[in-house]
């Protein structure tokens, strides 16, 4: 009787065991999905002061972009609209053509694009130009189109796995007995 208990001890010892690695393991790879794409550059840099205005703009990133969506505006010092064209995605790079610059005053770079796990990416930066250009400003303000972020999260996937699992043990055990 002892030995019956001890062995049904050992079994059920085991699959708690095996339970937890499972899980472990489970939530293990959920890190590695929650990564988003990561702005490490622009140009001009953030912050830099120049004496006429660049003709492009860019921002690069950790990964590659996609093109779907893409939007980046350069707001001048007094509101107006400053980018030339679409977006460009090459790779991890967004960029957009700049008009010859008016005012002198600060610039502000604002960015969206959706990156290689279909998250968008949202920011912007600013650039000081020291000497007022004969530029004019676009016509109208560019509206890039709303981006949904319609990815789906993992902890219900996780948290239905480590069930299943828990269901097989104690269903594995029981049927030992």
Known sequence: MISVALRRSRAAARAGVLAVLVALLTFAGTAVAGAHATLIGTDPADGTSLPAGPQRVSATFNEDMQPTFAAMTVVGPDGTMWADGDPVVEGPVISVGVRPLGPAGTYTVNYRATSADGHVVTGAWSFEV????????????????????????????????????AAAVVWAVRRRT
Do not use: N
Request: negative net charge; charged residues 10%.
């Open 130 to 165: 020291t000497a007022a250009g004969a530029g004019d400003p676009a016509p109208q303000p560019v509206e890039a189109p709303e981006a949904s972020d319609s990815s789906l999260p993992v902890w219900p996937f996780a948290v239905a796995a480590i069930l299943v699992v």
